[in-house]
């Protein structure tokens, strides 16, 4: 319990699971590069920064 003990703990503090590591070592070709998870847990993709900027505004996330 690191409340309670100072510095790191012993063993890992989380694992990947399968599909993650699948995910990192074989990337969807997409031309997003920018997401934004709107309150609801929904993600919503964009391609350019006026985009993302866009989707900001429009969830109140800025």
Not at 25 to 40: E, H, I, R, W
């Amino acid at each position: 319990n690191t409340y309670l003990h100072t510095g790191l703990p012993p063993g890992p503090i989380a694992n990947p699971g399968l599909k993650a590591i699948d995910a990192a070592l074989q990337p969807a070709q997409t031309d997003f590069l920018y997401y934004v998870s709107d309150p609801q847990g929904h993600n919503h993709y964009a391609k350019t920064s006026d985009e993302f900027a866009q989707l900001l505004k429009k969830y109140g996330l800025q």
